[in-house]
């Protein structure tokens, strides 16, 4: 099986930065994408980061610059660093990650994700 488990959120005021992290256990030797979504409330979950197969990276255009995503292989670890945070920032992010399963001749998408740890940017 598949565990995802996030941490590194919190309170913080507008302005501030904030490191989340996903521990990732289990098998996951066949990597499609690893990233991170977020839903406010009220909100559709939406993509803010992710890290594709080929290497190449996906940011949400309003969040380019701000946040950072970064993969760690050998810790099997990915991190979302996000800086000069706003309250519409405010969200539960989670974590997630998209393996690719052969089965015969037919591949598989399964997808796993994490409990979600919420960021709250607050004055």
């Known amino acids: 099986q598949v565990q995802l488990v996030e941490s590194g959120g919190g309170l913080v005021q507008p302005g501030e930065s904030l490191r989340l992290s996903c521990a990732v256990s289990?098998?996951?030797?066949?990597?499609?994408?690893m990233g991170w979504y977020r839903q406010g409330p009220g909100k559709q979950r939406e993509l803010v980061a992710r890290i594709l197969t080929g290497g190449g990276t996906d940011y949400a255009d309003s969040l380019k610059g701000r946040f950072t995503i970064s993969r760690d292989n050998a810790g099997s670890t990915v991190s979302l660093q996000l800086n000069s945070l706003k309250p519409e920032d405010t969200a539960v992010y989670y974590c997630?990650?998209?393996?690719?399963?052969?089965?015969?001749?037919?591949?598989?998408?399964?997808?796993?994700w994490g409990q979600g740890t919420q960021v709250t940017v607050s004055s």
């Open positions: 289990g098998s996951i030797s066949s990597i499609n994408a």
């Open positions: 997630h990650v998209q393996l690719i399963r052969k089965s015969g001749p037919h591949y598989y998408a399964d997808d796993y």
